[in-house]
Structures are given as C-alpha cells and as structure tokens.
C-alpha cells in the first residue's frame, strides 16, 4: 500500500463508499431520492404509485430511515386531513449528481436494457439539459 494511502486509512473509521451506500443502498432509498430530486414528487402516495414493486410499510419505514440520517425533511400539515410533505435537505441534494451519473451510466452503457430502440443517449437528450453541477 503507498504511503500515502497508509496515512489517510489510518485517520478512518470507514470507508467512505461503504458509508455512503449503507446510508442510500436499502432497497427503494435510491428510487425515492430520484422522485423526490427528478420529478419533485413529495407525497406518500405520490411515492407509492410510481416506486414499482414497493408497498405502504417499506415506504414508511424507508422515509423514517431517510429523515433519521437527514437526507429528507418530514411536514406535518394541521389541516384535516392531515397532509405530510417529504423535501430533500442540503445534505440529500449532494446525492442528486450520484443519480444523474447513475442515470448517464446506464444510459449510455446499458441502452439495451433502458431505451425500446437499445441507442444511447446523453443526460442532454433525455432531461433536455445538462445537470447542474454541485460544488
């Protein structure tokens, strides 16, 4: 191991993929970091129509899990009937290049799978702009 890497491992109590995984690699977390940065989805039910093969106990439980690491913020309405809103907080908006690179990922190298004609394409040519970049 180079020297250099020796003195940084040894200041770390883990590694930082590892990390950022076991904050957004359970089941669905992902999916609704896409809805709630992408589409701007921020209701429950919004979620749990368009996160195909989720259901109403994993979506709670993922939202609470979400909210607990601050990736998302949790409304509560006093209105009848109560309405709840889900946001995304600054530290949950550093994930949204994570998923736009995912996306062009995929995209460009899995078009097969993603595209009904199999062709890549850009960010650009799906979104119709480039992702804002995250300093």
Known sequence: MPQE???ISDQMKCCPVDN????VGKKFTIHILRNITILHQ????????????????????????????GILKRKVYNETPIRIEY?????????????????AFSMQYCS????????????????????????
Do not use: H, W, Y
């Open 87 to 103: 946001s995304v907080t600054e530290k949950g908006k550093a994930l949204k290049p994570i998923i736009m690179q995912m996306a």
């Open 42 to 69: 921020n209701r429950f039910n919004q979620f749990l129509e368009s996160i195909e093969g989720i259901n109403p106990k994993t979506l709670s439980v993922r939202l609470k899990e979400m909210e607990k690491s």
């Open 112 to 135: 097969c799978d993603v595209f009904k004609d199999g062709k890549p394409r850009t960010i650009k040519q799906v979104f119709g702009k480039e992702p804002k970049r995250t300093p």
């Open 5 to 7: 890497l020796k003195v």
């Open 20 to 23: 950022t995984f076991k904050i």
